[in-house]
Nanobody, 128 residues
């Protein structure tokens, strides 16, 4: 069983930056990929970004493209989400997720149902 531990959430002013990290606990991650999702009150869970673990290929949601960067450090067994130019619309609980099994397409990481494990979530609040 993989447990994902997120850190780095908090309060930031609009236009600022914040970084999140997520590390699978217990063992080194060797699955297909990891992703970040977010959920604001009253809204559905939204895809933010994903990365394949072995090759480092990335994918971004349209609302964050150009502002957020996902990366992974295989040696540290950690995935990161660097968020720049934050707006109040980025306020949400951010979740880290991991998919174990190989997928034919990177696009499969957009769908939250394609992930095996989820973190507990970390709150990001952007003030105007």
């Amino acid at each position: 069983q993989v447990q994902l531990v997120e850190s780095g959430g908090g309060l930031v002013q609009a236009g600022g930056s914040l970084g999140l990290s997520c590390a699978p606990s217990g063992r080194a991650f060797s699955g297909y990929g990891m992703g970040w999702f977010r959920q604001a009150p009253g809204k559905e869970r939204e895809f933010v970004a994903a990365i394949t673990w072995t090759t480092g290929n990335t994918l971004y949601g349209n609302s964050v493209k150009g502002r957020f960067t996902i990366s992974r450090d295989k040696a540290k067994n950690t995935v990161y989400l660097q968020m720049n130019s934050l707006t109040p619309e980025d306020t949400a609980v951010y979740y880290c997720a991991a998919r174990n099994n190989f997928a034919q397409s990177l696009l499969s990481l957009i769908d939250p149902s394609n992930y095996n494990y989820w973190g507990q979530g970390t709150q990001v609040t952007v003030s105007s």
